[in-house]
């Protein structure tokens, strides 16, 4: 189908620029944007960024999408890379996606590959990821797309991808609202965290324990509770009113993050009706439970 803008004119396809750490799935977003039908170019220096698009435009029509792959060899590029997209001098839409893990997710991944780190030089492989989060900390702080894949096997990455650029209204907003346990971490894609522990928690009720905050007798329990409606009717106005603000900037990427002790409970419950809400004055919004299941 041929998009055009309201003056019957073609509008140019996506370009997704995708970097982040090693180890952190780099390849799998690439193969599953490749499978979405972008034109992908792995490890291209960042100064050959309008070029491609250019000759993407000239041989395959300016709706082709594109997506590149920039990782740390690249070295000293990056400033180039961000001068790029600064300057749109593609034409396109640009969206950036960082993906990164922890520490030690990514020495383990980097050990089962048995591939050392493009940094390490004589030192150890975390010396390597050190050095390399200091180099792409400000592509990381300039992102539109944040993807943390520590708990996330191929199969969630590849899954994650295909929600973000695998419809083909890709300039909607999109909503992701988590739960999680504060006892695992903070999930570090997190654009906004809210603490659902001020309310009580159905742990502590022996009915409702074993129950999780997807199930109606453990969400009507939540609800109940004093400032629970009154949280709700408070922050969702700031999540519509920032996610607003976010399409103004060009932003079409937006996660909340709504923790309590264990995920379980609370949270999810919260997350549920987050979601709900948001649904229904039109915004695309949908729920993940990191910790569910977990315990």
């Given at each position: 189908?041929?998009?055009a803008d309201p003056?019957?004119?073609?509008?140019?396809?996506?370009l997704?620029v995708?970097t982040?750490?090693?180890?952190a799935?780099?390849s799998?977003?690439?193969?599953?944007l490749e499978d979405?039908?972008?034109?992908?170019?792995?490890?291209?220096?960042?100064?050959?960024?309008?070029?491609?698009?250019?000759?993407?435009?000239?041989?395959r029509?300016?709706q082709?999408p594109?997506a590149?792959?920039v990782?740390?060899r690249?070295g000293?590029?990056?400033?180039?890379?961000?001068a790029n997209?600064?300057?749109?001098?593609?034409?396109r839409h640009?969206?950036?996606?960082?993906l990164?893990?922890?520490?030690d997710?990514?020495v383990r991944?980097?050990?089962?590959?048995r591939?050392p780190?493009?940094?390490?030089?004589?030192?150890?492989?975390?010396?390597g990821?050190?050095?390399e989060?200091e180099?792409?900390?400000?592509?990381r702080?300039d992102?539109?797309?944040?993807i943390?894949?520590?708990a996330?096997?191929?199969?969630q990455?590849?899954?994650?991808i295909?929600d973000?650029?695998g419809t083909?209204?890709t300039?909607?907003?999109?909503?992701?609202?988590t739960s999680?346990?504060?006892k695992?971490g903070?999930?570090?894609?997190?654009?906004?965290?809210?603490?659902?522990r001020f309310?009580?928690?159905?742990f502590?009720?022996?009915?409702l324990?074993?129950?999780?905050g997807k199930?109606?007798?453990?969400s009507?329990?939540?609800?109940?509770?004093?400032?629970a409606?009154?949280?709700?009717?408070?922050?969702?106005p700031?999540?519509?009113?920032v996610?607003?603000?976010?399409?103004?900037?060009?932003?079409?990427?937006m996660?909340v993050a709504?923790?309590c002790?264990?995920?379980k409970h609370r949270?999810?419950?919260?997350t549920?009706?987050i979601?709900?809400?948001?649904?229904?004055?039109?915004?695309?919004?949908?729920?993940?439970?990191?910790d569910?299941?977990r315990?």
């Amino acid at each position: 189908m041929t998009a055009a803008d309201p003056h019957g004119h073609e509008q140019h396809g996506e370009l997704v620029v995708v970097t982040g750490m090693t180890g952190a799935g780099r390849s799998t977003a690439a193969k599953e944007l490749e499978d979405l039908g972008y034109y992908v170019v792995d490890n291209m220096p960042p100064s050959l960024l309008r070029d491609v698009v250019r000759l993407v435009d000239e041989s395959r029509g300016i709706q082709q999408p594109v997506a590149v792959v920039v990782d740390v060899r690249s070295g000293s590029f990056f400033e180039t890379l961000q001068a790029n997209l600064a300057q749109r001098g593609t034409g396109r839409h640009a969206t950036l996606v960082f993906l990164e893990a922890t520490d030690d997710v990514l020495v383990r991944r980097q050990e089962a590959a048995r591939r050392p780190h493009p940094l390490q030089g004589t030192g150890r492989l975390l010396d390597g990821l050190h050095r390399e989060r200091e180099v792409l900390a400000e592509l990381r702080s300039d992102a539109d797309l944040v993807i943390d894949t520590t708990a996330l096997n191929v199969h969630q990455l590849t899954d994650r991808i295909a929600d973000a650029f695998g419809t083909p209204d890709t300039r909607r907003l999109k909503v992701t609202v988590t739960s999680f346990g504060f006892k695992y971490g903070i999930p570090v894609d997190a654009d906004f965290v809210a603490d659902m522990r001020f309310l009580p928690n159905p742990f502590w009720i022996p009915e409702l324990r074993n129950g999780t905050g997807k199930d109606v007798e453990v969400s009507d329990y939540v609800m109940s509770q004093p400032g629970a409606a009154e949280f709700l009717d408070g922050y969702v106005p700031v999540l519509e009113g920032v996610a607003a603000g976010y399409l103004r900037e060009g932003k079409r990427f937006m996660t909340v993050a709504i923790g309590c002790t264990g995920g379980k409970h609370r949270s999810v419950a919260m997350t549920e009706e987050i979601v709900r809400r948001l649904g229904a004055t039109g915004f695309e919004a949908r729920a993940t439970h990191r910790d569910l299941g977990r315990e």
